[in-house]
């Protein structure tokens, strides 16, 4: 139960989380990079629900229109 509270309030260490947060600045925002925000999350978002739900984001829409209620 405190794991599932934490996570709200400091799970992570500020230093921490500054170090993580530089290095992908660094990594993704250097000068002449060509990177795109929207398109990261986009793919994070889909690449986490792949793995949590088992299938892909958009056989799970088919799926719900298909099936219907």
Known sequence: MACF???????????????????????????????DFQKYIKRSLEDDFTEVVGIRYKSYILICIYVGP
């Open 5 to 35: 509270f934490r996570q709200f309030f400091r799970s992570v260490e500020k230093a921490d989380y500054l170090t993580l947060r530089h290095g992908f600045i660094s990594v993704h925002l250097a000068p002449g990079s060509q990177f």
